[in-house]
């Protein structure tokens, strides 16, 4: 296998946001059972939150971007992309061919970099960052490797 089709980045709500939200469920413990019945309910917010965080992410592959949300997947090859758009906070979108946006959950500005790698240079790397890694040498061009040539 080679490799480019190893590359794959996941970007994802960091771990550490568990950590949060049990402090939440410990912080709802004087509230919930007070006497006043059915306040456990409010259990519902933190169970929520630990399933946001489990399912967003967004999956970069050569093959193309996989969104998931709390309720929705969506897979988006690379040739159904036009571009990259950024709004002020910093956050991506895909724009799509028909001009339609879609946000990309997870992904930031200092990630661009990340997702010209893995799409082999379809993203534009706006920093040239990755330019020297993504220019083929011209044995690889060939499918020669170094040593056959040499």
Not at 131 to 139: C, G, I, Q, W, Y
Request: proline share 8%; hydrophobic share 45%.
């Amino acid at each position: 296998m080679t490799e480019q089709k190893l590359r794959k980045a996941v970007f994802r709500i960091p771990a550490i946001s568990y950590l949060a939200i049990v402090f939440l469920m410990v912080c709802l413990i004087p509230v919930s059972f007070n006497g006043v019945p059915g306040l456990w309910a409010l259990y519902v917010v933190p169970l929520v939150l630990i399933v946001f965080v489990a399912r967003t992410r967004t999956i970069a592959t050569p093959q193309g971007l996989d969104i998931r949300t709390l309720f929705g997947h969506r897979d988006v090859p690379w040739e159904a992309l036009k571009g990259l758009a950024i709004t002020r906070r910093s956050k991506v979108r895909a724009v799509l061919t028909d001009d339609s946006q879609l946000p990309l959950p997870t992904v930031r500005t200092r990630h661009i970099p990340v997702l010209s790698l893995v799409s082999d240079g379809r993203v534009a790397d706006p920093t040239g960052l990755t330019d020297e890694l993504t220019k083929k040498s011209p044995a690889e061009a060939t499918g020669d490797s170094p040593e056959e040539t040499a």
